[in-house]
């Protein structure tokens, strides 16, 4: 790992979409090495620092969310590294462990290489960030719920800031609808997953009246939302 440019450490069994992604990575200038086994990660680890890592969820050895739990668990300086975890499980739960366990983001197989450079481009964009963007395309006003955008203004219910203020909190960051419904209705009231998802639909109405060029807010199947100002829906 000499080079100047980012390394991605691929975590892959699968020959072939290893190889692929390799390629695809290689060909927009990232240094790559691949691993086919999730218990050779720590080692590589110990004597190397990746910009970011690709991670295949069902590896021989170990696992990948074993894995992930690991660095985010570790003390070995790589506790923050970038997670993009790949994965032809389908299931919610598998999703939102693997949040939860502080993946940054979500690939399903089947899925074109280059929708993943993408992704690597904008979590390794959110990771280097060290100041809040200039150039953010709208301004938060807490005292009026109200949300700015050059001389447009709406108004915000107490709920939808509150979604939007959380969101934007962190952009690019999936929050899973446990997460939201936590930071919003804080007084321990029951609330369904279909309640997040109803103020969801009001918060992007609005928001395309303020934007009507850009998609703000996007839904990640089985995972949650996010807020990436620019990303397409």
Partial sequence: MTSN????????????????????????????????????????????????????????????????????????????????????????????????????????????????????????RRSHATE????????LDADSYRVHAGDATIDLTSVEYQLLATLMSQPGRIFNRDQLMDRIYNDGRIVSDRTIDSHIKKLRRKLRELLPDQELVHSVYGAGYRYEPGDPS
């Fill in 5 to 124: 440019h980012p390394h991605i450490l691929i975590v892959e069994d699968e020959a072939k979409l290893a190889q692929l992604l390799q390629d695809y990575l290689q060909g927009e200038g990232y240094g790559t090495t691949v691993l086919g086994n999730g218990s050779a990660v720590a080692e590589f680890l110990a004597e190397n620092q990746p910009a970011l890592i690709l991670l295949d969820l069902m590896l021989p050895g170990r696992d990948g969310l074993d894995v992930c739990r690991d660095i985010r668990q570790g003390a070995d300086g790589n506790a923050e590294l970038p997670i993009i975890m790949i994965t032809a499980k389908v299931e919610e739960i598998d999703r939102l462990l693997g949040l939860e366990l502080g993946a940054d983001d979500y690939i399903c197989k089947p899925f074109s290489p280059r929708e993943v450079v993408a992704r690597v481009k904008a979590v390794l």
């Fill in 132 to 139: 809040p963007a200039t150039d953010a395309p709208m301004q």
